[in-house]
């Protein structure tokens, strides 16, 4: 037999006097009335009153041995310690990779660097000469907006009032157009 799922944790609780009275008084009607509760309830207090009679251990306290024993063995431990790491260093199926890996990093830093002693000169986009003539360009609008936000629409409106070339169109002979009256 079961106990009722929804009433296991509160027995267990109640087992350990750890449940308000008023509680306790409605599961203990309970469990008279339901064989799994009640021998659920039997068996956690037989369980709580082995643990409420068991003596604890004495404290003793350890020895001046026992004390050097335990320090002995931390130093040992640690001057093991130390040569492990100093071990993995001559595992060959560790130190073949790391030296490979360190040898390659060598060899690219080798070849990346610039050649001829000059330094490396890096081009920083500058203002254009002529901010009339402006090519609609996402570059030319990302500087326009980085100067201000009324450069950048002083340039849309200028680009806006070019007369640009008339763009060829292009219609899907096999759908009618839309700007046709019918």
Same mark, same amino acid.
């Given at each position: 037999? %079961?106990?009722?799922?929804?009433?296991?944790?509160?027995?267990?609780?109640?087992?350990?006097?750890?449940?308000?009275?008023?509680?306790?008084?409605?599961?203990?009607?309970? #469990?008279?009335?339901?064989?799994?509760?009640?021998?659920?309830?039997?068996?956690?207090?037989?369980?709580?009153?082995?643990?409420?009679? &068991?003596?604890?251990?004495?404290?003793?306290?350890?020895?001046?041995?026992?004390?050097? %024993?335990?320090? &002995?063995?931390? &130093?040992?431990?640690?001057?093991? #310690?130390?040569?492990?790491?100093?071990?993995?260093?001559?595992? $060959?199926?560790?130190?073949?990779?790391?030296? #490979?890996?360190?040898?390659?990093?060598?060899?690219? #830093?080798?070849?990346?660097?610039?050649?001829?002693?000059?330094?490396?000169?890096?081009?920083?986009?500058?203002?254009?000469?002529?901010?009339?003539?402006?090519?609609?360009?996402?570059?030319?609008?990302?500087?326009?907006?980085?100067? /201000? /936000?009324?450069?950048?629409?002083?340039?849309?409106?200028?680009?806006?009032?070019? %007369?640009?070339?008339?763009?060829?169109?292009?219609? %899907?002979? $096999?759908?009618? /157009?839309?700007?046709?009256?019918?």
């Amino acid at each position: 037999m %079961n106990a009722c799922a929804k009433y296991r944790e509160e027995i267990a609780l109640m087992a350990a006097g750890a449940l308000e009275p008023q509680r306790e008084r409605e599961l203990r009607a309970h #469990s008279a009335l339901c064989p799994g509760c009640g021998h659920y309830l039997a068996e956690i207090e037989a369980v709580a009153g082995n643990l409420r009679a &068991a003596e604890p251990e004495s404290h003793g306290q350890p020895s001046a041995a026992f004390h050097r %024993n335990v320090m &002995a063995a931390l &130093a040992a431990r640690e001057r093991r #310690s130390a040569r492990e790491w100093f071990g993995l260093f001559l595992n $060959w199926r560790l130190a073949l990779p790391a030296v #490979s890996v360190l040898a390659l990093v060598i060899a690219v #830093s080798f070849i990346a660097r610039p050649r001829g002693g000059k330094p490396a000169v890096m081009h920083v986009a500058t203002a254009p000469e002529s901010k009339a003539n402006l090519e609609p360009t996402l570059s030319n609008y990302q500087w326009a907006a980085n100067q /201000s /936000s009324d450069e950048l629409d002083k340039l849309l409106t200028e680009q806006g009032e070019r %007369n640009s070339s008339p763009a060829a169109v292009y219609s %899907n002979p $096999w759908r009618p /157009s839309l700007n046709t009256a019918d």
